[in-house]
């Protein structure tokens, strides 16, 4: 198989359970891999009063090691940017929001693995006048 056709496979099949194990989290999914102002977001979700944004690093091995809920700087400026850009769209009418990274792991003979890290930025609550 081509190689970029099976990292896109992969990326689709990891953005999907990630909305799965979200969902039975209680997150609310309101959108999935959209683009705005020509940055992209993998989730935007809604856990409770908080608007979510999750990015999703779906790997078929462990070349790269494990990512441990990081995900590298170029990608995080990027959904940081995109996040603030869809903020912009709401007309920022009033919320809470974070930034979280789910990691899907599909390794060959095993089910996948898939770890959650809430507020991976570690910014803690960020407060912004957005509407969910």
């Known amino acids: ?32 891999n959209v683009r705005v102002k ?14 979510v944004f999750v990015g999703v690093n779906s790997r078929s091995s462990l070349g790269y090691g494990f990512t441990q809920g990081t995900i590298d700087s170029q990608k995080r400026r990027n959904m940081v940017a995109a996040a603030y850009a869809y903020l912009d769209l709401l007309k920022k009418p009033g919320c809470v929001y974070q930034f979280d990274v789910v990691e899907v792991l599909f390794l060959k003979a095993a089910r996948p693995k898939i770890t959650h890290y809430p507020n991976a930025f570690g910014l803690g609550e960020m407060k912004s006048d957005c509407f969910i």
Do not use: S
Request: glycine letters at 6%; hydrophobic letters at 40%.
């Open 1 to 32: 198989m081509n190689p970029n056709l099976e990292h896109v496979l992969v990326d689709r099949q990891g953005q999907k359970l990630a909305a799965l194990f979200l969902r039975k989290l209680g997150y609310k999914i309101l959108l999935k």
């Open 38 to 51: 020509g940055y992209d977001l993998d989730l935007v979700c809604r856990d409770k009063e908080r608007l």
